[in-house]
C-alpha cells in the first residue's frame, strides 16, 4: 500500500485540554464535559465571525488558566477553522501575540495540528504548542451552503456544522495522556457531488487511513478501545464500515464510533445526521474522550479526524468532493 506514513512517539503528551461549545451543543449529551457554553451564535459580538473569534480567544484564556501557564511560556500556536483564509484564527492570533501557524485541513484539522506540533516536538523546535481549531454553525453555514435565515430545506444526509472551538497543549513533559503514534492520510475522492452528504464524500479517506495505520503498525482494531471518526455522522458511519470491509476485510464492531453522532442526541435534536465541522471530533475528544482516559475507562483511542476539501467555488463547477483523513493515536498511562 505504499509508503509508511506512520510516525511513532515516545515523549508527546497532552498537558491540558479545554472546550467551549455553542447553543445546540450544549443541548447535546455532552454539555456537562465543557469548560464553556453559549446560547448564541453571536458569543455577544455583533457578527457570527466576530464571535467565532471570541470563542478561540475565550477557549485559551481558559486553557492556560487550567494549565496553570502564560502565553509567554507558550512556543507556538497552531489553528484552523472552516472560513476562507482561515480569518478567525488569523485574528484570534493577533490578540494572543503568540508564534501562529494557520492550517487548513478542512475537518481533519485538528489531528493535523496535532501532527504537526508532535513532529516539532520531537525535533526539539518547540516545547510548548497549542493545537486549536475552531467553527461558527451560522458562519460555516453561510459560506459553504445557504444562510440559516433562508429556511433551505436539507435531506436526511446533511449535517450540522458544530459550534465550538477546543484545544490541547502538546508538551514533552510527562502526563497521564500520550501520543503514542500518528498517520498521515492521503486525498482521496470517489466521485461524490453532493454537499449535503459529507459523510459519503469523506468515508472513503477514513477507510484509507485507518487500515494504513493498522498495516504500517501491524495492529487490528481490537488494539484499541476505541477508534473514533471525526464526523461522518449516521450514514457516513454505516458506509465507513461496509467499505473498510470490502476494500481491507477489516471489521470495525463496537469499539468503532464517530464524534458527529455522539456530540448531539440525533433522537431529539433536529441536527439530521448529526454533527460536522472541525470541532466536532475535537469537542467531544478534548471533552469526554480525555476525561474517561483519566478515569481509566478507556487506555487506548485512535482518532481519526476526516475531512472534506471543498470550497463554494468547486461546488459551483460541479466538480466533486476529495476528502482527507488524519489519524492520532492516543494512549492513556
Do not use: W
Amino acid at each position: 500500500m505504499g509508503v509508511n506514513m506512520t510516525i511513532k512517539y515516545n515523549n508527546i503528551y497532552i498537558k491540558c485540554t479545554s472546550t467551549v461549545a455553542g447553543k445546540f451543543e450544549k443541548e447535546g449529551p455532552l454539555s456537562k464535559y465543557f469548560d464553556k457554553t453559549y446560547d448564541d451564535f453571536y458569543m455577544g459580538e455583533k457578527t457570527f465571525e466576530q464571535g467565532e473569534i471570541k470563542m478561540i480567544l475565550d477557549n485559551i484564556d481558559i486553557l492556560l488558566n487550567k494549565a496553570k501557564m502564560d502565553k509567554s511560556n507558550i512556543d507556538l500556536f497552531i489553528s484552523g477553522d472552516l472560513m476562507n483564509q482561515i480569518t478567525p484564527s488569523s485574528y484570534a492570533a493577533t490578540k494572543l501575540g503568540i508564534n501562529y501557524m494557520g492550517i487548513y485541513g478542512a475537518c481533519s484539522s485538528i489531528c493535523l495540528s496535532m501532527i504537526i506540533a508532535s513532529s516539532m516536538l520531537l525535533n526539539k523546535e518547540v516545547n510548548n504548542c497549542i493545537c486549536n481549531v475552531s467553527a461558527n454553525n451560522s458562519s460555516s453555514e453561510k459560506q459553504y451552503r445557504n444562510p440559516t435565515e433562508y429556511g433551505t430545506p436539507k435531506p436526511p444526509t446533511s449535517t450540522f456544522t458544530a459550534t465550538g472551538c477546543a484545544s490541547a497543549i502538546l508538551t514533552k513533559e510527562k502526563s497521564n495522556i500520550k501520543i503514542e503514534s500518528v498517520t498521515i492520510g492521503k486525498a482521496v475522492d470517489y466521485g461524490i457531488k453532493d454537499v449535503y452528504n459529507m459523510g459519503a464524500a469523506m468515508a472513503p479517506s477514513a477507510s484509507y487511513t485507518i487500515s494504513k495505520h493498522l498495516e504500517d503498525l501491524n495492529r487490528s482494531p481490537d488494539y484499541y478501545d476505541l477508534i473514533l471518526t471525526g464526523d461522518l455522522g449516521m450514514y457516513g458511519k454505516k458506509i465507513l464500515k461496509e467499505l473498510i470491509k470490502k476494500e481491507h476485510n477489516i471489521d470495525l464492531k463496537d469499539n468503532y464510533e464517530d464524534c458527529g453522532c455522539l456530540l448531539y442526541d440525533l433522537k431529539k435534536q433536529d441536527v439530521k445526521a448529526g454533527a460536522s465541522g472541525p470541532t466536532s471530533s475535537a469537542l467531544v475528544t478534548f471533552s469526554y474522550i480525555i476525561d474517561e482516559m483519566k478515569k481509566g475507562n478507556i487506555k487506548r483511542v485512535l482518532l481519526v479526524a476526516t475531512g472534506a476539501l471543498m470550497s463554494p467555488t468547486m461546488m459551483n463547477q460541479k466538480l466533486t468532493i476529495p476528502s482527507i483523513s488524519h489519524a492520532v493515536s492516543l494512549e492513556a498511562i
